[in-house]
């Protein structure tokens, strides 16, 4: 083997002395540096060499799919045996505007929901609330009680279709509601199919949507982790996501890095309350962003599986291979869409896509040409779908399963950024987990970092972005904008007064108590208490209070 390595490396260097070389100093430069986005510098060809350091032979670091470490995918026949899920991230103004778009939606070839809650939902604040005024359901859809729950879901079979919900801090509120229709309507909760984000160490880093401390809100995680595993088996009880530290500028390491360190503390607080890793990991879920970098990306993908897979077998003894799965829903990236000429955003979103499925997504949501600008019109979440319908129909990307698993350049990426992604992941753990990290500020600083580098990389037009700082046009695009309509806030008001009025106030002020009684108590599950509350018609906002007096509000630490 070594001679056949020797032999390879000498027909390499003459090829690159005597044919790469000459040809290179006559061609154009089209960037001024070759790197990928996390700043590898990418040579002009790999070879079986760029492996060597990872051992000749790497086929057993790749193994098969469907098998541990789950490089290829994390079913064995992939995408020859089932589709992702088409599930477009759509909700806005009131219950009724959202429902007719789901409807839509599915109309034109979605196959699974997901939800976008207003601010105020994500904040615990009901409509009605002076804070709130100017944001109901504005980028997401007003969801203050199970009457509005009742209205998105009209008409929309609960047990056939499954259901992704975008809610952290409210989350236990939203999923209860959810629950509470379903049940009303004879479906148990425990064969309904979705996923609940419910990755509160996330919004510390970078999405900043938190309400309590980190403490209280782990317990709050892991309560709703805790109950969803014995009550909801076919429930993901939580998307650990890594989109949003991508949108605020993380590099692609960073993105799985953290995403894969916020893991890591779930897994131990549950652990730690007392249940066995294989009772409930198989139901947590992830979540990434898709970017135009394709190569890069699919590395990204695959490195993820890789990296959690062993923490799982390695860190936390898992035994059932579903617990060492890591299975992710994506995104494309939506800090990459321009509103500058924004149809070429369609080409963006698609290559996006392309990598994507390319590393193994589960479900994935195109963004619309038009996000850049506003919430998306019908139009361009259709032309979104079709986008997803031609990989998946016409473009022959599911014919084999990881049709890319065992090129030089993929698995040198794989190695690199794994590698890059393992320092990160430990200097966390050197810190004391995840949530001390967050306390001291290490991952927010790291990530404002990046973006300030990424930023002045493109304003010096080292990263070209079309549009942007390169092939620029003057002429202000034309594109239909959808509008809220103002009337919604006063609608969902209504609505909130009425069923204040017809509730029985003293089974709602009852079932508020019991909430704060068991917030109270750190060993006790917080969801069975919510739930009963919002059964009885409390508001999220009613329930999200009694939770602020209790634990208090977070203020965020000074990181520079």
Known sequence: MSNDLSKLREKLNQWVKEVLEPTVKKAPELKPKFTT???????????????????????????????????????????????????????????????????????????????AFDLPTQLGLDP????????????????????????????????????????????IEVLSMYVAVAESRGVDKAVLRGTVQNDILKEYIARNNYIY?????????????????????????????????????ATPAMEIAFTLADAIEYVRWVVERGMNVDEFASQLSF?????????????????????????MKERFNAKDPRSMMLRFHTQTAGVLLTAQQPMVNIIRTTLQALAAVLGGTQSLHVNSYDEALSLPTEESVKLSIRVQQVLLYESGVIDTIDPLGGAYYIEWLTDQIEEKAWKIIDEIERLGGMVKAIELGYPQREIARAAYEWQLKVERGEVPIIGVNTFVEEETPKVKILKIDPKVRERVVHRLNMLKKERDNSKVS???????????????????????????????????????????????????
């Open 37 to 115: 986005e996390e700043g590898f510098e990418v040579k002009h060809i790999y070879t079986p060499l760029d492996t060597e350091g990872a051992g000749w032979n790497y086929l057993e670091k790749l193994g098969f799919p469907g098998e541990y470490p789950f490089t290829r995918g994390v079913y064995a026949t992939m995408y020859r045996g089932r589709p992702w899920t088409i599930r477009q991230y759509a909700g806005y103004g009131s219950a009724e505007d959202t429902n007719a778009r789901y409807k839509y939606l599915l109309s034109v070839g979605q196959t699974g929901l997901s939800m």
């Open 510 to 560: 009852e079932a508020l108590d019991k909430v704060r009684k068991a917030a109270e108590k750190e060993d006790v599950n917080i969801f069975p208490y919510i739930y009963e509350a919002i059964k009885a018609k409390a508001t999220l906002g009613e329930v999200s209070q009694v939770l602020r007096e209790v634990w208090g509000e977070w203020k965020a630490p000074e990181i520079y």
């Open 213 to 249: 401390p980190p403490r209280p809100s782990m317990r709050y995680a892991t309560d709703l982790i805790m109950y969803a595993a014995k009550n909801m088996p076919k429930w993901n009880a939580i998307s650990i996501s890594g989109y949003h530290f991508e949108e605020a500028g």
């Open 128 to 171: 009605d609330n002076k804070l709130a005024w100017y944001e109901v359901g504005k980028v997401g859809v007003s969801m203050p009680s199970v009457k509005e729950m009742e209205i998105v879901f009209n008409d929309i079979p609960m047990d056939k279709i499954s259901t992704s919900m975008t809610i952290n801090a409210t989350a």
């Open 287 to 311: 979540f990434f962003a898709a970017r135009t970098n394709l190569f890069e990306q699919v590395a990204k993908f695959r490195a993820a599986r890789r990296i959690w897979a062993r923490i």
